[in-house]
């Protein structure tokens, strides 16, 4: 009787081992109900912040490809509009690339320019962000179908080209925060497993 109490919990030990093994093994991961398209748009404005000041923009519209319905990655482009630097300036951004990973980090894929107008008697003036990982953390939470995802990015490199958008030169001083929402187009749903 003896053994077979001990065989039972050396049973149940294992079964717990297996299950904690099980979930250590699991990776965070973005899931989609079938492949397709993406969109999605801002919930909040979009705000680059670096030694000059700030830029915000009111809208973000996002598309891309899934092109599997589980993937530990995800790219995307996304085109700011309705943009104001310095609270007063108009500003233009230029469509950005890029790919987020399930383990929450971001990659800029392509260059991003943001041009300052900011009055007829100053001159125009540029802030261009080159590809990079920057440091900070991109939280990702299912809604619905849908999936909310929360920029708080830091560190983020830039060549400003002087004028209003602050002394001329590199940068590693730039921030990044905002919240968007992002849908499969066409019904079905978006998310990610942690």
Same mark, same amino acid.
């Given at each position: 009787m003896r053994s077979f109490k001990h065989f039972g919990v050396l049973v149940v030990v294992f079964a717990l081992c297996a299950i904690g093994a099980g979930n250590a093994s699991?990776?965070?991961?973005? /899931?989609? =109900?079938?492949?397709?398209?993406?969109?999605?748009?801002?919930? /909040?404005?979009q705000v680059f912040t670096a030694g000059f000041g700030s830029v915000s923009c009111a809208k973000a519209a996002w598309s891309g490809t899934i092109s =599997?319905?589980?993937?530990?990655?995800?790219?995307a482009a996304v085109a700011y509009s309705e943009c104001k630097a310095l609270g007063v300036a108009t500003a233009h951004i230029l469509e950005e690339d890029y790919l987020i990973t399930a383990n929450r980090t971001v990659h800029f894929l392509t260059s991003t320019v943001i041009t300052v107008t900011k009055t007829v008697? +100053?001159?125009?003036?540029?802030? +261009?962000? +080159?590809p990079q990982t920057p440091g900070g953390v991109v939280d990702l939470v299912p809604l619905g179908s849908d999936l909310r995802i929360f920029w708080t990015l830091t560190g983020l490199?830039?060549? =400003?080209?002087?004028g209003p958008c602050g002394?001329?030169?590199?940068? /590693? #001083?730039? +921030?990044?925060?905002? /919240? #968007?929402?992002?849908?499969?187009?066409?019904?079905?749903?978006?998310?990610? #497993?942690?």
């Open positions: 699991a990776a965070p991961k973005f /899931t989609a =109900s079938a492949t397709g398209s993406l969109a999605g748009h801002a919930t /909040t404005n =599997s319905t589980e993937s530990t990655e995800q790219e008697f +100053t001159p125009h003036c540029t802030i +261009t962000i +080159t490199k830039y060549h =400003s080209s002087g002394s001329a030169g590199e940068h /590693t #001083d730039g +921030t990044f925060e905002g /919240t #968007d929402e992002v849908e499969r187009v066409g019904g079905g749903s978006i998310g990610w #497993d942690e």
